[in-house]
């Protein structure tokens, strides 16, 4: 079954408009939730998250994670065209045995001018 | 160095071939990790390493697939008799140590044919 589990999968926009990207998670030992930006191919980390209720900002994208509902959501506001790029969602665990960071699926998203 | 490398970034291979990816991760990193991306899935983990211990071979799907690191940097992802499933983009991420953000390279686009 998938721990961490990122909505929607796919997502199309306009220039200007603004996104939610949702992703929740299911791990025994959670340490920290982190969000990369992946544009053809080598993911660039975005934010890193391990306390509830308090955003991280960066520009136009934002992050909130909430500990208790597990769940993390990413926004872009006033989205452009370069914004159109695979956004994943990983999940630090202790003691795991994948490593220490267990990705969703992503969702593409892709802006239209 | 400026950034995770890894070579090379595309590799074409037929079908019974072995093949040798390489990463050479940020210097000072201690901590290197294998993904494996395929079309439509996240990424992956196949292997960890960290400083002298040894690595967690975890993720690894076959025993057709090892990895080694040299003195603690440059690391080799070796693949033994490919198959067409194992077409996938490889990407190598490195960390400061464990619980740090990991950094990824662009990764190696294999295509068994």
């Known amino acids: 079954e998938d721990k961490v589990v990122q909505s929607p999968l796919s997502l199309v926009v306009h220039e200007g408009d603004t996104v939610t990207l949702n992703c929740s998670y299911e791990?025994?030992?959670?340490?920290?939730l982190l969000w990369y930006k992946q544009e053809k191919k080598a993911p660039t980390f975005l934010f890193m998250l391990?306390?509830?209720?308090i955003e991280k900002k960066s520009g136009r994208l934002s992050s909130i994670l909430d500990k208790k509902e597990l769940f993390s959501i990413l926004n872009i506001t006033a989205t452009q065209t370069g914004d159109s790029a695979i956004y994943l969602c990983?999940?630090?665990?202790?003691?795991?045995?994948?490593?220490?960071?267990?990705f969703g699926k992503g969702t593409k998203l892709s802006v239209k001018p | 160095g400026a950034g995770v490398s890894q070579s090379p970034s595309n590799k074409v291979t037929e079908k019974g071939k072995d093949v040798e990816l390489r990463c050479d991760p940020i210097?000072?990193?201690?901590?290197l990790y294998w993904y494996r991306q395929s079309l439509g899935q996240g990424l992956e983990f196949l292997i960890y390493?960290?400083?002298?211990?040894?690595?967690?071979k975890s993720g690894l799907p076959s025993d057709r697939f090892s990895a080694e690191r040299t003195g603690g940097s440059v690391s080799t992802l070796t693949i033994q008799r490919t198959q067409q499933e194992d077409s996938a983009v490889y990407l190598c991420?490195?960390?400061?140590?464990?619980?740090?953000?990991?950094?990824f390279g662009a990764g190696t686009r294999l295509s068994v044919l």
């Open positions: 390493f960290q400083g002298n211990s040894a690595p967690d």
């Open positions: 991420a490195s960390s400061l140590d464990k619980w740090n953000i990991q950094y």
């Open positions: 791990v025994t030992n959670f340490r920290s």
């Open positions: 391990t306390s509830s209720g």
């Open positions: 990983a999940v630090e665990e202790y003691g795991g045995s994948q490593g220490n960071l267990i």
């Open positions: 210097s000072g990193h201690t901590a």
